[in-house]
């Protein structure tokens, strides 16, 4: 019974795990189960005095980004993501692997985020940008020119999927309880304006623009409406 739930450290759980845990529980029997229930809350419990020594996926680093920054401010637990992509300000492939990198890292660690050796609770989660007057100009319009011309329709496929999971776990706040604001201090246009839209809390200046180019071409906003 102690086997089984040592292969799960409670900060690595995961939905799935979970669930094939719990699976590998109802096997056991009514009597079992309940005590095995016991001890997978104790193990929880007994945890949180030592979360702020668990080691740190190598991974999951936030020193190795090159497409966003990511600053935390322990104190109001606060995690700004700045987007700086090149050579253009949009959604390129590298920079939506960052973002949802990070994304993956609050949810494995519960809402928590390394900071100076320790891990940090996190509560507002901030997306800002670093360019000039631009939040973010969308999709790779370059990418899209490439897969087309290679008819290459799997290529496309993998990007939208990965632009409509990054949007979601916005959206539903990585199903946690932190709150997720869209700080909108330039243009927002297509895929830009639809992750501003994204942000359970939208805060935009004044002189910002925000649509979607898209129906001047009588297309559907959001990969076709995908």
């Known amino acids: 019974q102690r086997v089984l739930l040592d292969r ?5 759980l995961m939905k799935t795990q979970i669930e094939f845990c719990l699976l590998e529980l109802t096997k056991a029997g009514p009597y079992q189960c309940s005590a095995l229930f016991f001890l997978f809350n104790y193990k929880i419990k007994s945890s949180e005095g030592i979360m702020n020594t668990v080691s740190i ?3 999951f680093s936030l020193e190795n980004f090159s497409q966003i920054d990511v600053e935390i401010d322990p104190r109001h637990g606060i995690v700004w993501v700045y987007q700086k992509s090149s050579p253009r300000p949009c959604f390129n492939p590298q920079l939506i692997s960052e973002v949802r990198r990070l994304q993956l890292m609050l949810e494995t660690y519960h809402g928590c985020l390394p900071y100076q050796g320790e891990l940090v609770p996190i509560h507002y989660h901030v997306l800002d940008s670093r360019a000039p007057g631009i939040y973010s100009m969308g999709g790779d319009l370059k990418l899209f020119r490439d897969h087309i011309i290679r008819k290459d329709k799997a290529g496309l496929l993998k990007y939208a999927k990965s632009c409509i999971d990054t949007i979601h776990s916005f959206i539903v706040g990585f ?14 246009l297509g895929g830009g304006f639809e992750v501003a ?6 805060i935009a200046e004044r002189q910002v623009e925000m649509g979607f180019p898209e129906i001047l071409f009588n297309i559907f906003p959001g990969m076709g409406g995908y």
């Open 197 to 202: 839209l994204s942000g359970q809390v939208v």
């Open 175 to 188: 199903r946690l309880p932190i709150t997720t604001i869209s700080l909108v201090r330039g243009d927002a």
């Open 8 to 12: 799960f450290h409670p900060l690595d």
């Open 57 to 59: 996926r190598n991974d």
